[in-house]
């Protein structure tokens, strides 16, 4: 899919984005278990609607991308709502650049489900670490029941083209792959849903 034509499917869905940032529900948990040792200089890559800021420490500096400038402006009033500095860069991360190691804690949660090259993306997220930062991951993609997955290959396209997004990476293998050492791991939902604790490889 074209990157102009994911950056408008995203942008439409801004507003959706930003109601999830007050609910309780098993999304928020999941959040809130990863994130509560979020500390330090913090990048959080495609950041949405700024679902996260909350979890973070109040002395943190944030430093947070999206390329949907929609997302971006969400992510600002919520940002605002919070009283956090947020230091916001509408961008591609797969093409943007930060200094190697310079963020102590890297985070994603939701995002390599819509990358065209989520391998890539890893790897920027291992090199902006610093070596003894942690890179967070809360990620869906296929699951280890045959069933599910089947479901998942079969509307993989559909969620593609209304989402931007794909139901069927494997998430864990990706992240195997990357130059990052999994230091904990825990999945949920039939094993579609993942949290990751990570460092870069030595
Ligand atoms: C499923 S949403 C998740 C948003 C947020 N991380 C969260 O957990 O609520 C995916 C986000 O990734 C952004 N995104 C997708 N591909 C991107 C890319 N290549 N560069 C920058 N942002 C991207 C979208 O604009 C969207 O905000």
Redesign the pocket.
Known sequence: ME?ER??EL?NK?ATK?VR?VNQKNSDQKM?QRLLQGAQGDIL??????G??FKYYPKTSRITA????PA?IEQAKLVASEQSRQVDFHI????EIDFPEKSFDTVI????L???PHPEKVLQKLSSWCKEDGQVLL?EHGISSNPIFAWLQHKTDAFFLKKQ??HMNRDILGLVQSAPLSIVRNESYMLNAVHLIWAKPKE
């Open positions: 990157i994911q950056v995203f869905q984005y999830r959040r959080e890559v495609s950041v949405g609607a679902a996260n991308v999206d390329f949907s997302m961008g591609n991360v797969e994603s949660t939701l995002s489900c819509s990358y809360y931007g997004c």
